[in-house]
């Protein structure tokens, strides 16, 4: 029986003759060699038919085939150092599964439309898979590190009575005779899961109901939310900065191909390590009332504002202690500043904008009482909420990261759509 193989995997059989089940990226001819582009999702490999060496079965299977027909190429593997992947394949047999006709997503420009419309054929593209490579790679690095630093993995609840942060950005759905709405963050049930296992983290799908077209949103996005007991807002951010330090230097150990494939300049990754600068909210405001915009104390940033703070730094920066009337109900308020919160928004270079947000917990009950009654907050769902401040208070810290910013800022993308395979947006549920 014939040795059957990856492309990722011929690296194990150079000199062995192997069988790869594939698709047809490009080919080329010069009359007697047919060079054949493969792929099958693990890599790409070129293979090259010679017709003075193959049968005229072989010959014409080849000239048969055209973009994106499938087939089980087998040959054998030797080295080819003028190969992006290090290895050739010569061709001795092509066993057609099927010539496709008509393969509309071509080598010309296509509009983003046409591409959107055609997701479940663009994600095919060497591009698209070097986006997906990357993400895949990314969401193992989350799993790796906080595996290893002992935090448990809890999966919170999808459907929720209501919401999280106050917003009305919600999808609403029935769930039996009560109304139910779609989760866009799983921080409060990861508050209860630390009081339980200590340190904990989430990663899953969450849902905004905004109506917003800029190449930072999704309507429909994965996020990975640790919470931490007994540890404070500088805490915090030091695991943040290890955290998105991980991540970076894993793409870059491992994704070599891929960063290629995308152009990437990983000369800016490469300094995605250590302590990252922190600034004050009010140092932040200063600097934007100083460099030309009109921003008054008190009011949010958008992305020219975030662009402009993080086109000072070369790595991301934080900004921390922001006015607590713009922030989420549960922050804890400085102690000797009760109008900012111990929290920060880490903004990542390059003008990516946020790709995490976190805070240190309000631990005391009354004042959690008091922050419901203010923000008109259903009591009668979320009292359990407010239990794990009456039964066992303690400090607690957390954050959430945003993966599709997260991949769109290491791969150097210009819009969000392109980090995850089929992207929801404001007018686009197909395909």
């Not at 000239?63 to 994106?68: I, N």
């Not at 793409?251 to 300049?265: I, K, M, S």
């Not at 922001?322 to 009760?338: L, N, V």
Request: proline share 5%; hydrophobic share 35%.
């Amino acid at each position: 029986m014939q040795m059957k193989s990856t492309i990722g995997e011929v690296k194990h059989h150079v000199g062995e003759s192997v069988t790869i089940g594939c698709w047809l990226n490009k080919k080329r001819s010069s009359g007697k060699i047919q060079f054949l582009q493969l792929r099958d999702g693990s890599g790409y490999i070129q293979g090259v038919v010679v017709k003075s060496e193959v049968s005229e079965e072989v010959w014409e299977a080849a000239s048969k085939l055209t973009q994106e027909s499938s087939l089980y190429i087998t040959g054998k593997v030797k080295e080819d150092t003028r190969s992006k992947g290090g290895f050739e394949l010569d061709v001795t047999g092509v066993e057609i599964i099927q010539i496709t006709e008509e393969y509309p997503i071509t080598p010309k420009e296509h509009g983003v439309d046409f591409l959107m419309d055609n997701r479940h054929l663009w994600i095919r593209s060497p591009r698209q898979r070097a986006v997906l490579v990357i993400r895949a790679e990314i969401i193992k690095a989350v799993q790796a590190f906080f595996n290893d630093r002992g935090f448990h993995l809890v999966d919170p609840p999808i459907l929720t009575p209501s919401s999280c942060e106050g917003t009305t950005n919600l999808f609403h759905t029935k769930y039996f005779d009560e109304d139910a709405f779609l989760t866009q963050s799983g921080q409060l049930y990861m508050e209860a899961a630390a009081m339980a296992l200590g340190r904990v983290y989430s990663f899953g799908p969450t849902f905004r109901a905004e109506k917003s077209k800029t190449r930072r949103h999704l309507i429909e996005f994965w996020m990975i939310e640790p919470e931490m007991a007994f540890v404070d807002h500088i805490e915090n951010l030091e695991v943040q900065e290890q955290f998105v330090s991980h991540i970076v230097q894993t793409v870059l150990q491992n994704c070599q191909a891929e960063l290629e494939t995308l152009e990437r300049d990983t000369s800016k990754l490469e300094k995605i390590k250590g302590s990252f600068p922190r600034i004050t909210y009010d140092e932040a405001v200063d600097y934007l009332q100083k460099n030309g915009h009109e921003f008054a104390w008190g009011e949010d940033f958008g992305a020219p504002h975030e662009t402009a703070i993080a086109a000072q730094y070369e790595t991301p920066v934080f900004i921390t202690h922001w006015p607590t009337e713009i922030k989420a109900f549960y922050m804890k308020p400085d102690p000797s500043r009760p109008e900012v919160v111990l929290c920060a928004d880490m903004i990542a270079p390059e003008g990516y904008g946020e790709i995490i947000g976190g805070s240190q917990r309000i631990d005391d009950p009354e004042l959690m009482e008091q922050r419901f009654k203010e923000h008109e907050l259903s009591q009668e769902a979320y009292q359990w909420y407010l239990d794990l401040r009456k039964y066992g208070t303690v400090p607690h810290s957390g954050f959430g990261l945003g993966l599709e910013r997260t991949v769109a800022w290491i791969c150097g993308l210009d819009h969000v759509r392109e980090t995850i395979p089929f992207p929801r947006l404001l007018y686009r549920l197909y395909p």
